[in-house]
């Protein structure tokens, strides 16, 4: 009935699902104007890669690059960059996108997004096998937990990079962008096991068990946010990615110290040749020390001990 139904207009289960993307979009603008507002306009486009000038360059350059180097069509590797959010995943796509050879969607690509999660497989398959990039990047950080499945991806082959940033850090970031979303997040997967929620994804009934022992109705933002990270990082070691080749582990503190050093470990993963302007955005520096973050002394120690784990991989 082409959508209709015999009213006349649009069917009831049309009108509800225009209703919720009117309702996201909508949601979208505010987020967007409340970041604006508290960071800036200027760092809002930066960190979205909204500068109209940058994005035609890069066109114009990876247009060029197809014209000239293209490699055939079906050969292009598909990495998937994953992880958890505000651990500098911003600054590794910000690099590589600068690199003619490698074709990025990022997480508010419509072509390869709804709503931050990655569209249909087999969509995004026909993405990569169509494109005559030698490499093509997608941002699912959302998706995180789906990551075996990712590398099975029907196309000639699949590489994965998982970002990771020490807890603070993220934390901080976390709830100055996103605000108390995780604790509101944990405290629904506490209640409900958080069936459909991406949060949720990839958790076990032993996370979910220590999640309510840990009691996210008394959680603080900042508690909650570090409660995150534990969860969403853990997924690299439960889902056995530290034993697979195609998957790189990459630390953002590692990165912001040794950017070239960082850069190059990136490139050789994804085999394509490294070049200075890959990393010219990113200003070299030790690690911060700021001071910790009050969190529950039980998240903390858990917390500790998987940074740690997280580091010793990376450097082995």
């Not at 994953?82 to 796509?93: D, I």
């Not at 000639?156 to 807890?167: D, E, G, K």
């Amino acid at each position: 009935m082409n959508g209709l139904y015999r009213g006349g207009g649009p069917a009831p289960a049309a009108l509800n699902h225009r209703r919720d993307q009117l309702a996201w979009q909508a949601q979208r603008v505010r987020r967007h104007l409340r970041w604006a507002r508290e960071q800036g306009i200027a760092r809002l486009i930066e960190e979205d890669g909204l500068d109209p000038r940058d994005r035609v360059a890069a066109a114009l350059t990876k247009a060029r690059w197809r014209r000239s180097n293209g490699v055939p069509v079906g050969t292009s590797t598909a990495v998937f960059l994953v992880g958890v959010q505000r651990s500098g995943t911003n600054m590794l796509v910000r690099g590589l996108e600068r690199a003619p050879e490698v074709a990025v969607y990022n997480e508010n690509s419509g072509r390869a997004f709804d709503r931050f999660r990655l569209r249909d497989d087999d969509l995004v398959a026909d993405l990569v096998r169509r494109s005559r990039h030698r490499v093509v990047l997608f941002k699912p950080l959302c998706d995180s937990h789906r990551v075996p499945e990712l590398l099975d991806l029907d196309v000639q082959a699949t590489v994965a990079l998982w970002a990771y940033r020490a807890v603070d850090g993220r934390v901080r970031s976390a709830l100055a962008k996103f605000g108390d979303a995780n604790l509101q997040a944990l405290r629904t997967i506490a209640t409900t096991g958080g069936a459909g929620m991406w949060q949720a994804g990839g958790l076990g009934e032993d996370n979910l068990e220590e999640l309510r022992r840990l009691d996210p109705d008394r959680m603080t933002p900042a508690t909650a946010a570090a409660t995150f990270w534990l969860l969403r990082n853990r997924l690299f070691f439960s889902l056995g990615l530290d034993r697979r080749s195609e998957v790189l582990l990459t630390s953002y503190e590692g990165f912001i110290a040794a950017p070239d050093a960082a850069m190059r470990r990136v490139c050789d993963h994804l085999r394509f040749p490294f070049r200075p302007e890959l990393t010219a955005h990113v200003e070299s520096r030790e690690r911060p020390h700021a001071t910790a973050l009050e969190i529950d002394p039980r998240v903390r120690l858990l917390c500790d001990e998987l940074q740690a784990r997280l580091d010793q991989t990376t450097r082995g």
